[in-house]
Antibody, heavy 115, light 107 residues
Framework: QVQLVQSGAEVKKPGASVKVSCKASGYTFTSYDINWVRQATGQGLEWMGWMNPNSGNTGYAQKFQGRVTITRNTSISTAYMELSSLRSEDTAVYYC????????WGKGTTVTVSS | DIQMTQSPSSLSASVGDRVTITCQASHDISGYLNWYQQKPGQAPKLLIYDVSDLVTGVPSRFRGSGSGTAFSITISSLQPEDIATYYCQQYHSLPFTFGPGTKVDIK
């Protein structure tokens, strides 16, 4: 079946970087965009950025420009989201989601930023 | 950026009630509007895409409508399994943006 499997929870110190992976299966990875969305505890959904896995083209929310990088490895059907210069406010669950309709979601990766 | 607002922010209704959540976009987004349902501890789930198209398997009691800047989702007969937070989201232009969510409870 179509699914996105994300990497496990991370604990990072302020100032560090985190790289979350999202492995696609059950469909052709390069045929659908990948979005990254985060959600702090008790808060709403926040779109971070997008990538076309075929071309590698990306787009980021202004809020994260310069701190977020979305990449992919097509040979293993995996997308990555790296967030740098972490601060406590980046503590959240990070999701990958397929295509503009976000019709398939990963289960989420909890990133905790704490000294 | 296109701002999305939703109302109400929360509601409490009885089983069998008709429930409507509205979503307003700050600019015309044509038909590029999705609705998601999120239950506690779970990832969001796409319910309705392109304003009114139901995802396969979503009960027919869910209905989406609207155009331009004003949209809504209606649950014709609220069921206990519909308890969740509902988000609208535009994908007319980057950055894609979500509404703040509407939490639905059973009275």
């Amino acid at each position: 079946q179509v699914q996105l499997v994300q990497s496990g929870a991370e604990v990072k110190k302020p100032g560090a970087s985190v790289k979350v992976s999202c492995k696609a299966s059950g469909y052709t990875f390069t045929s659908y965009d990948i979005n990254w969305v985060r959600q702090a505890t008790g808060q709403g959904l926040e779109w971070m950025g997008w990538m076309n896995p075929n071309s590698g083209n990306t787009g980021y929310a202004q809020k994260f420009q310069g701190r977020v990088t979305i990449t992919r490895n097509t040979s293993i059907s995996t997308a990555y989201m790296e967030l740098s210069s972490l601060r406590s406010e980046d503590t959240a669950v990070y999701y990958c989601a397929r295509d503009r309709e976000m019709d398939v979601w990963g289960k989420g990766t909890t990133v905790t930023v704490s000294s | 950026d296109i701002q999305m607002t939703q109302s109400p922010s929360s509601l409490s209704a009885s089983v069998g009630d008709r429930v409507t959540i509205t979503c307003q976009a700050s600019h015309d987004i044509s038909g590029y509007l999705n609705w998601y349902q999120q239950k506690p501890g779970q990832a969001p789930k796409l319910l309705i895409y392109d304003v009114s198209d139901l995802v396969t398997g979503v009960p027919s009691r869910f209905r989406g409508s609207g155009s331009g800047t004003a949209f809504s989702i209606t649950i014709s007969s609220l069921q206990p399994e519909d308890i969740a937070t509902y988000y609208c989201q535009q994908y007319h232009s980057l950055p894609f943006t979500f509404g703040p969510g509407t939490k639905v409870d059973i009275k």
